[in-house]
């Protein structure tokens, strides 16, 4: 079906006529000019996402549904790492006319499926034409108590340095998809070779905003004293922590966490493992320090790594490696100033 035949806002009826709100919070949700919330005693938070095609993801590959999911996804996940709870999220979408109704469909079945996953509200959406290819913006609202949002800026001298999950696996599957379409490119009858390589295609196609891990932080008692979550790499967001604490870190690589299958494609590519696991992003993991006296603590809950600690701001920030080398930190993500990135 073509998207001309309902019309703007004949397609965003269709969209959103399924819709139900899960947080009191929600007043009026799609349907007038502005969504109304309502917040008495917490805190609102905001963050926002934009996805462009032939930056972010590549739809050769990436499959609407997984695409959708992954745009709310990553939202949710900047609200986790300020130790609060996504509630609301409005969409905008720039779409062309090699897009049909099905598209769309499938694009927000994957927002849709992530938002009750979250128990998220999807209280606006707002559709226009693009000539560039399609393009995704999410904002999300959260919420937390004044005295549980947690900032990059608290990270304390001697504070252990905690990540969540595995790091690295998404870079992976990029690596993975992209070679596999360079393949297909040049074969008329071409199957993917995806076999035992599942889990690093889902860290990259759909991953997973660590909202267990928020609640396994509560239910202990523990409340950490900087958070960030991983978009850009272990290094990149580590630094972050450092700047806004004016303080430096020693991170240790043997303690670095990292999947077997991960580990597996880097050789297969002829790529540094710690490498992959220090910049690759996309992990959306979440980074955190704690006070030293909670380390038997941390120590005792699943899925989460100690893997160095906090010093002083002159001592900068290392790697120190599996032979005892100090490495300096870089960031290596995107910046506006990567020719190579801005070309692609």
């Known amino acids: 079906m073509e998207i001309s035949s309902l019309g703007k806002f004949g397609l965003i009826e269709h969209l959103t006529e399924s819709l139900k709100t899960a947080n009191s919070s929600t007043i009026q949700g799609i349907g007038d000019d502005a969504a109304v919330l309502e917040y008495h005693k917490t805190e609102a938070l905001l963050s926002s996402r934009l996805l ?3 930056i972010h993801f590549d739809l050769t590959y990436v499959a609407l549904k997984f695409l959708g999911y992954k745009a709310a996804s990553i939202c949710f996940s900047d609200i986790y790492a300020m130790n609060a709870f996504p509630k609301q999220l409005t969409v905008s979408v720039g779409v062309s006319k090699r897009f049909s109704v099905e598209n769309l469909d499938e694009l927000f079945m994957g927002i849709e499926y992530a938002c009750e996953r979250h128990e998220v509200d999807i209280v606006g959406i707002h559709i226009t034409s693009s000539l560039t290819g399609l393009c995704i913006s999410a904002a999300c609202v959260g919420e937390a108590g004044k005295e549980k949002i947690i900032y990059r800026k608290g ?24 070679r596999e379409k360079a393949v297909y490119q ?3 009858d071409f199957t993917p070779d995806f076999a035992g390589k599942e889990y690093l ?9 660590r909202k267990d891990i928020i609640e396994l932080l ?3 008692q523990i409340i950490p004293t900087s958070m960030i979550s991983i978009s850009d790499g272990l290094a990149s967001e580590l630094l972050h922590i450092c700047k806004q604490s004016e303080v430096g870190c020693l991170i240790y690589e043997e303690r670095i966490p990292i999947d077997y299958q991960t580990a597996i494609m880097a050789e297969q590519f002829n790529l540094n493992l710690t490498t992959v696991a220090l910049n690759g992003g996309d ?3 979440l980074l955190f320090t704690v006070p030293l006296g909670l380390h038997e603590k941390i120590q005792a809950l699943n899925g989460i790594q100690t893997i160095g600690h906090i010093c002083d701001a002159d001592e900068g920030a290392h790697l120190i490696a599996r032979d005892g080398t100090y490495v300096p930190l870089a960031a290596q993500g995107w910046t506006t100033t990567d020719e190579d990135e801005m070309n692609r």
Do not use: F, H, W
Request: hydrophobic content about 35%; charged content about 30%.
């Open 218 to 220: 509560a239910q202990n």
């Open 155 to 178: 990270a304390k001298k001697t504070d252990l340095i905690c990540v969540s999950g595995d790091l690295g696996a998404a870079y992976m599957g990029l690596q993975l998809l992209e």
């Open 186 to 188: 040049g074969e008329k």
């Open 283 to 285: 992990d959306y993991e």
């Open 201 to 209: 295609l889902e860290r990259q196609l759909r991953p997973e905003a």
């Open 52 to 54: 462009m095609e032939g």
